[in-house]
């Protein structure tokens, strides 16, 4: 049973640059979220798919967006990159829209320079 | 709003004692969901335990147990008899049921070192 799976595992950017990240979900599960995590805090939720939409957003600029395939996995884009973007992105798979269980993956080391 | 306080930043013991980690959040949702994740140094973080805000009962698996309490917003964690392999960081998170479903929101985390 695969488990949620991310690429790239680290990436280098330069400030400006744009990047997508990417997420398959765990075997079954329909729902994608995803966090941001700086060094030494607690993930902040970014956002999260289901049925290829959009459900909730938290607070982040535009510069973030998103999609989801119909085979459920996800893509992360961030735009016009800042040295603050700097961060582990953890993308987390759950079965439905409602609260349950959300497995994570092992996360996308996202470096600016 | 939704709101995780972990307090203890950091803890060390030895091996075999036992440690609890402390958890206190905020919300004004009536009904809820309270998560505890281990996050090891690669990264990933992986799941521990789900409570529902209607159950209080407190629950033992293995040398992990878990103490809710609404009455002081808590949700504590306890390790027992400690390991080398339990050195990780602990996150407690909480959802609502309100207009932010789904959405977890974390605590800063507290860095567990277990020394042999």
């Known amino acids: 049973d695969a488990g949620v799976t991310q690429s790239p595992t680290h990436l280098i950017k330069t400030r400006g640059q744009q990047v997508t990240l990417r997420c398959s979900p765990k075997?079954?599960?329909?729902?994608v979220s995803w966090y941001q995590q700086a060094l030494g805090q607690g993930p902040q939720f970014i956002f999260q798919?289901?049925?290829?939409?959009?459900?909730q957003r938290g607070n982040f600029p535009d510069r973030f967006s998103g999609h989801q395939f119909p085979n459920y996995s996800s893509e992360l884009n961030v735009n016009a990159l800042l040295l603050g973007d700097s961060a582990l992105y953890l993308c987390?798979?759950?079965?439905?829209?409602?609260?349950?269980?959300?497995?994570f993956g092992p996360g996308t080391r996202l470096t600016v320079t | 709003a939704q709101k995780v306080t972990q307090a203890q930043t950091e803890i060390s013991v030895v091996e075999k004692e036992d440690v609890t980690l402390d958890c206190v959040y905020e919300?004004?949702?009536?009904?809820?969901?309270l998560f505890w994740y281990k996050q090891p140094p690669s990264g990933e973080l992986v799941f521990l335990i789900r409570?529902?805000?209607?159950?209080?009962q407190n629950e033992i698996s293995g040398r992990y147990s878990w103490n809710f309490q609404k009455s002081t917003s808590s949700f504590n964690f306890t390790i027992t008899a400690s390991q080398v392999v339990d050195s990780a960081v602990y996150f407690c998170?909480?959802?609502?049921?309100?207009?932010?479903?789904?959405?977890?929101?974390f605590g800063r985390g507290t860095q567990l070192t277990v020394w042999p």
């Open positions: 919300t004004r949702d009536t009904t809820y969901y």
């Open positions: 987390a798979s759950s079965s439905g829209e409602g609260v349950y269980e959300q497995y």
């Open positions: 409570r529902n805000s209607f159950d209080e």
């Open positions: 075997s079954g599960h329909d729902t």
């Open positions: 798919y289901y049925e290829e939409e959009e459900r």
């Open positions: 998170a909480l959802s609502g049921r309100g207009s932010t479903l789904g959405r977890l929101y």
